[in-house]
């Protein structure tokens, strides 16, 4: 099973509009705390592809530890809501508009992904403590 690594780039606590001439001890070190800080998070991404009503290469059931960061990414030909059960989260997906679901594995336990419209089992999330 291919799963693919991505790196998400948050940008936090950007100091806009930061004096930088002629400014006291005390502002430089009120604007060095303020500096940008860069936080990398990586997400596991988990890609689904459903064509014809079903999904290709067949349902998977993908295993992740609790506390983990995922980005699912639902495609399909046809419109349908994807909904992640237990975590009761849904997107719309529509052929050429994938559905992208970040998700964090917060709870623990087996969890069906389904195209709620078709009542399509599409994923299995496996959530270990
Ligand atoms: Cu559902």
Redesign the pocket.
């Known amino acids: 099973v291919a799963l693919l690594v991505v790196l998400f780039l948050v940008l936090r606590g950007r100091g806009d509009g930061e004096p930088t001439a002629g400014t006291t001890a005390r502002t430089t070190a009120a604007a060095t705390t303020a500096a940008p800080t860069v936080v990398i998070e990586v997400a596991r991404r988990v890609e689904v592809d459903v064509r014809g009503g079903r999904v290709a290469g067949g349902v998977r059931t993908v295993e992740v530890e609790k506390g983990e960061r995922l980005l699912v990414v639902v495609r399909a030909d046809v419109s349908d809501e994807v ?1 992640v ?1 237990g975590y009761d989260v849904s997107r719309v997906v529509a052929p050429g508009t994938p559905a992208r679901i970040p998700l964090r594995a917060t709870i623990a336990g087996r969890f ?1 992904v ?1 195209l ?1 419209d078709r009542k399509l089992r599409i994923l299995e999330l496996e959530v270990r403590p």
């Open positions: 909904h059960h069906e389904e709620e």
